[in-house]
């Protein structure tokens, strides 16, 4: 089992950061691949990074591709999501996700995150 606990969501004005971040607890962290999804209301949830265990790949939807970077620290057992010139449809509940391989759908992933909510004002 992996437990996974989100933190760093908030408001922020259109052309803000935050980062997030997501600390894992149980097996062994850095044998996991990680992802991070988000989900506004009434959409489905949508994939917006990945990380392979090591941290050499990383992948991003193309809504984000540029301006958020996926990072992790495995001494650390925690994963990062750097955003950058955020903007109000980047509005949603991010989620963070675990599983023995990189996945690029949500539907991969074994082990979710209760999802940190970040909100963007235009």
């Known amino acids: 089992q992996v437990q996974l606990v989100e933190s760093g969501g908030g408001l922020v004005q259109a052309g803000g950061s935050l980062r997030l971040s997501c600390v894992a607890s149980?097996?062994?962290?850095?044998?996991?691949?990680m992802g991070w999804f988000r989900q506004a209301p009434g959409k489905e949830r949508e994939f917006v990074a990945a990380?392979?265990?090591?941290?050499?790949?990383?992948y991003y939807g193309d809504s984000v591709k540029g301006r958020f970077t996926i990072s992790r620290d495995n001494a650390k057992n925690t994963v990062y999501l750097q955003m950058n010139t955020l903007q109000p449809e980047d509005t949603a509940v991010y989620y963070c996700?675990?599983?023995?391989?990189?996945?690029?759908?949500?539907?991969?992933?074994?082990?979710w995150g209760q999802g940190t909510q970040v909100t963007v004002s235009s």
């Open positions: 149980g097996r062994t962290f850095s044998s996991y691949a």
């Open positions: 996700a675990a599983d023995t391989y990189v996945h690029l759908f949500s539907g991969g992933y074994e082990y």
């Open positions: 990380s392979s265990w090591s941290g050499g790949n990383t």
